[in-house]
């Protein structure tokens, strides 16, 4: 007969890193098929180079390297981030965003714990503003009926840096950026959605991505991984927000659904929003931070610089965490709340 007290065995971190990962399989293999080799080349190289940054750091910290390295946090982190980069980019974009995520973004303010924002969307954040003809390189999706770069001429891209002369052929810019530049120039919604980069949902290939990390974001979810309130806040305001300016005026705002399957969305609200670390630790916290990020994430999009938005509103909302923590603490067991 069970009998209390009851406790309970938290999940090791190295388990639920590894789950996390195993949950972005789906999204890397959609991602694969629809842009090439290129995705694998720069997971490969922000994977080895985040690991060789973490174990550096430690090293400099006296700390053993050997548990550290297998707890599988600096993994994780190079997959996030590896992901979010554009597949042709140079192969030093991906090397310098990684070791800005793992030292300074992360090992900087002290450790795994520690760092008050996220590592892989500082490191892309600072390569975005830094040098972005370089984070433009899209090769266009495989699936249109265009010239392709092949998957050996794809690796020399990235490690050589120089572009095939029939590069400007071969590329495409993302959905997002598409019918932003396309609205700027005053052409119909309609139009710049009627173009072969644009699937059923979203942009060729780029949606059955989407459809993958949603496909994992899911079994997190499942799993008890993450916590229901950043990704149903996160989407939930996205998709309202979305949703409003679509009824509004629909010849000038891109359909919800589009939004959804477009860009980082769906992998800035299961797999980066909530990390545990940077996001805030109460229920009712969590529902705010997620849904003032899905909201601003949805305005840069639209209204901002650049095509995506997860990236700047994770940050900004991180700033915002020991704040919303603060305001939103449940009142304790056995006092009265201040009136």
């Keep these: 007969m069970n009998t209390s007290p009851f406790f309970i065995k938290p999940t090791p971190l190295q388990v639920v890193m590894l789950k996390v990962a195993a949950a972005l399989l789906p999204g890397i293999i959609a991602l694969t098929w629809a842009f090439g080799v290129g995705v694998l080349v720069q997971i490969a190289l922000a994977l080895l180079t985040a690991l060789l940054a973490e174990a550096a750091c430690l090293k400099l910290r006296n700390y053993p390297i050997k548990p550290f390295i297998l707890d599988g946090s600096a993994a994780v982190t190079a997959l996030l981030l590896a992901l979010s980069m554009p597949p042709l980019a140079p192969w030093w974009v991906v090397v310098l965003a990684s070791l800005i995520a793992i ?20 490191g892309f954040a600072v390569m975005i503003v830094s040098f972005p003809a370089q984070m433009s390189r899209w090769a266009a999706p495989l699936a249109l009926d265009m010239p392709h770069l092949d998957s050996i001429t794809q690796v020399i891209t990235i490690f050589s840096g120089a572009v095939p002369a029939a590069f400007d052929t071969m590329a495409s810019a993302t959905p997002l950026d598409t019918i932003k530049t396309g609205l700027k120039a005053h052409q119909a919604l309609a139009d710049v959605m009627g173009a072969p980069l644009f699937g059923n949902l979203a942009g060729v290939g780029s949606e059955w991505a989407a459809a993958g990390f949603l496909l994992g ?14 990704p149903v806040g996160f989407l939930g ?51 705010i931070f997620a849904a003032l990020a899905g909201l601003l994430t949805y305005m840069i999009r639209v209204f901002g610089a650049y095509p995506d938005g997860v990236a700047f509103a994770v940050l900004i909302m991180n700033i915002a965490t020991p704040f919303i923590d603060q305001y939103t603490q449940p009142p304790v067991f056995g006092r009265k709340a201040k009136t």
């Design 217 to 230: 974001g899911l079994y997190l979810l499942r799993a008890k991984l993450i916590p229901w309130q950043i």
């Design 103 to 122: 030292c300074l973004a992360k090992h900087l303010y002290g450790g795994l714990g520690q760092n008050p924002f996220n590592p892989a969307m500082v």
């Design 237 to 287: 305001a996205f998709m309202l927000t979305a949703s409003v300016f679509y009824g509004i005026d629909p010849a000038n705002y891109s359909p919800p659904w589009f939004h959804l399957f477009s860009g980082a969305a769906i992998l800035g609200a299961f797999f980066i929003v909530s990390d545990p670390v940077t996001a805030p630790t109460t229920p009712r916290g969590r529902l």
